[in-house]
């Protein structure tokens, strides 16, 4: 089963919940992957803590002109929804920043005049403890596109549970780390910030056509907004996590799992009831 765990805004908790529930599934017996899909600022395993058993370079595919061969029939920078490829007096310009490597210029190139460059975007990393599966990757500096190496970080997923840290927000990396997730967490916190960004979220999920619920983290702060929104939406609470000095003191110290574990064990128990319910109807 693929989870998603999102958030429409940074600094809600999404990361808390993904290593949290990983340690659950891990403390019931249950085969996990956690999949860290935040490449520009990866911190699953900070929590973690595992020594990476394997790490390897990722590569994109940029084109690469040959104007000797290009018959400037434009097709190139027609498909490109992102002006990775523009045409200047007839002639294609390759801007491979703005590239999210989907390969529609190839397909659409009669005369041979694109070629495959690789081009290093990051790196993935893998490591394993006990029931948890970890699969990590890092965006280079001053790489501008992340969804290819959010892509090999998913191609690692496998049978069992798999639980996605996704990029926050809901831009091109969120989409590609959700897309294809049979269930998506969305977590928020009770303020107006927060709502702004859960509809944004919630807007993204149903554009999707993903199933989706929501955990309000730090849910004695702020007004109820949050809780009368999901109501009128119809949407499901999961989970109302209070907020906790405690727990926040040992998120600083990277060492929240345990006693995260221990607080709110009833909490992560019912999603995860939840969760198999949902993945014994498939």
Request: charged content about 25%; some cysteine; glycine content about 8%.
């Amino acid at each position: 089963m693929q989870i998603a765990i999102a958030s429409g805004k940074g600094g809600t908790g999404k990361t808390t919940i993904s290593v949290v529930l990983a340690a659950y599934l891990a403390s019931q017996k249950e085969r996990v992957n956690i999949l860290d899909c935040d490449v520009e600022e990866p911190n699953v395993n900070l929590f973690l803590k595992f020594s990476p058993d394997k790490k390897e370079a990722v590569f994109s595919v940029v084109p690469e002109v040959n104007l000797d061969k290009c018959d400037s029939c434009g097709r190139c920078s027609q498909i490109c929804n992102f002006s990775a490829i523009v045409s200047i007096k007839d002639k294609p310009l390759v801007l491979s920043e703005m590239c999210h490597a989907c390969g529609g210029c190839f397909l659409v190139c009669s005369s041979g005049a694109l070629t495959k460059k690789k081009k290093e975007i990051g790196f993935r990393e893998e490591a394993f403890q006990g029931q948890i599966n970890y699969y990590g990757g890092k965006l280079k500096i001053g790489e501008a596109m992340s969804p290819p190496l959010i892509k090999a970080v998913k191609e690692k997923i496998s049978l069992g549970f798999n639980l996605l840290d996704s990029p926050p927000g809901t831009s091109c990396p969120a989409i590609e780390a959700i897309g294809g997730s049979d269930y998506v967490i969305l977590v928020t916190e009770p303020t107006p910030f927060g709502l702004h960004d859960l509809k944004l979220a919630v807007e993204m999920v149903r554009a999707l056509k993903i199933d989706f619920g929501v955990l309000i983290n730090r849910s004695d702060l702020g007004d109820d907004r949050v809780v009368k929104f999901c109501q009128q939406e119809k949407i499901n609470i999961l989970a109302s996590i209070p907020n906790s000095r405690k727990i926040a003191e040992s998120y600083s110290k990277g060492e929240l799992v345990d006693i995260f574990l221990e607080e709110y064990q009833s909490d992560l128990k019912k999603i995860v009831q939840y969760l198999k319910i949902l993945e014994n109807k498939e």
